[in-house]
Structures are given as C-alpha cells and as structure tokens.
C-alpha cells in the first residue's frame, strides 16, 4: 500500500487537529482538547510521521500566540489523551515487532541537511510552471506580512522545513499556500480600489504592488 493513501486521510484529520488546536488557544473551551485529542490520535493511526507535524505546528501556535502555564499544562493532559487513544495500536505492535518497524519506516526517504536551504530558496516551485506561480505568490506574501509585523507564516514555515526535511515538500505545502493566498487577497483588494484611495490611506499594497508587479503578477497568471 502506497504512503498517499494513508496520507490523504492523515492530512484531513491533521487539519481537523490544528483548527481545533487554534480554536482552543483563542476560547480557551476545554471541550476542543477532546476534538484535538481525537483527531491527533486519528493522524497517528493512519500515518504515524503526520504526528510529527501536528507536533511541530501545535508547539509553534503555542509559543507565538500563547506562552501560558496554564495552556501548557492543560496541553500535556492531551497528549496524555492522545498516548492513550492509540495505545492498544501501539502496544500490539510493539509487542510483536519490537521497535523494527519505527527504525525502518524513519530510515526511509532520504534527505541531506542542505535540502531546506535549497527548499527555501526555491520554495518549493521549481518543477513546474504554476509550482512557479504559487512560490512566487508566496514569496511577496511573507514581504507583505512582514511589512504589517505578522511573521507566523514564515516562522512556521521555517519550523517545519529545518525540523521535518523528510517531508518538507509536503508539510510546508500549507504555509506556502497560505503566504499566496495572503499576496492574492492583497493583489485584489489593489485591484478594487484606485490609485488616489490607496495613496491616501498608505496601504501596504502601494509599496509592493505597484504597476509594474501587478503587470508582473498578471503576466505570470495568465503563462501559467
């Protein structure tokens, strides 16, 4: 059985995961540790190197929007919950295979310490033309967030391809995606106001899409 087919359903209840995650660390309802809870032991059920990433990504969330005692604690217990949800899975397998195959399925897929350095500067887009297009989108997306001083989708991003090079290709799709879609919505709202407005408002917009890079951003969408 191919990696992408357990894989799939990984990435769907990962995400599950972080929006619960990110509900929890704006409410702070108890109620959403169980969903976390769920859907983490879910991820490690059917793609156990997913687990790695929701770790990654539940410490990042934390630390930049949180940095509490008490989130912290309450956090542990879910992991707590999480260990035991998927215990009878993993203490069989333990118990008739020993530690093999955790060695051979993380002795797979091999990857050099210059592989995110190299990620990074290409962001990924370097196969193909619309690759191209999104990593190019992602790219004025982390100029335009760092303009406004929010730098959680690049810190993230960097979290996940120096921590995770394994499979950085694929959990960074997220970021990455999110960076274009910061540069699309504002590429729009430029579209929707006329010069005089943004002049007078001193958006952000007017400093990194100008004519020439709305030209730019056009050309390259309609290539692709």
């Given at each position: 059985m191919g990696g992408g087919l357990t894989r799939s359903p990984a990435w769907?209840?990962?995400?599950?995961?972080?929006f619960f995650f990110i509900k929890f660390i704006k409410t702070k309802k108890i109620s959403h540790l169980i969903w976390i809870s769920l859907f983490t032991a879910l991820t490690a059920l059917t793609h156990l190197e997913m687990v790695w990433f929701l770790a990654l990504t539940y410490l990042t969330?934390?630390?930049?929007?949180?940095?509490?005692?008490?989130?912290?604690?309450t956090l542990a217990i879910t992991a707590v919950g999480v260990v035991?949800?998927?215990?009878?899975?993993?203490?069989?397998?333990?118990?008739?295979?020993?530690?093999?195959?955790?060695?051979?399925?993380?002795?797979?897929?091999?990857?050099?310490?210059?592989?995110?350095?190299?990620?990074?500067?290409?962001?990924?887009?370097?196969?193909?033309?619309?690759?191209?297009?999104?990593?190019?989108?992602a790219i004025l997306g982390i100029f335009l967030q760092f303009r406004k001083k929010e730098s959680f989708l690049f810190i993230w991003l960097l979290v996940l391809v120096f921590l995770d090079p394994?499979?950085?290709?694929?959990?960074?799709?997220i970021p990455i995606a999110m960076l274009a879609a910061v540069?699309?919505?504002?590429?729009?709202?430029?579209?929707?106001?006329?010069?005089?407005?943004?002049?007078?408002?001193?958006?952000?917009?007017?400093?990194?899409?100008?004519?020439?890079?709305?030209a730019t951003l056009l050309g390259v969408l309609i290539y692709a």
């Open positions: 769907f209840f990962s995400i599950l995961g972080l969330v934390y630390l930049y929007f949180d940095r509490s005692w008490k989130s912290l604690f035991t949800l998927i215990s009878p899975w993993l203490v069989s397998v333990l118990w008739v295979h020993g530690l093999a195959p955790f060695r051979a399925g993380f002795s797979t897929g091999g990857f050099t310490l210059t592989s995110p350095i190299a990620f990074l500067l290409s962001m990924g887009g370097v196969d193909k033309m619309s690759l191209a297009f999104i990593s190019l989108l394994r499979s950085s290709q694929r959990i960074a799709a540069t699309l919505w504002a590429f729009f709202t430029w579209l929707d106001k006329n010069n005089e407005e943004l002049s007078e408002t001193g958006s952000d917009q007017v400093i990194l899409l100008e004519r020439p890079v709305a």
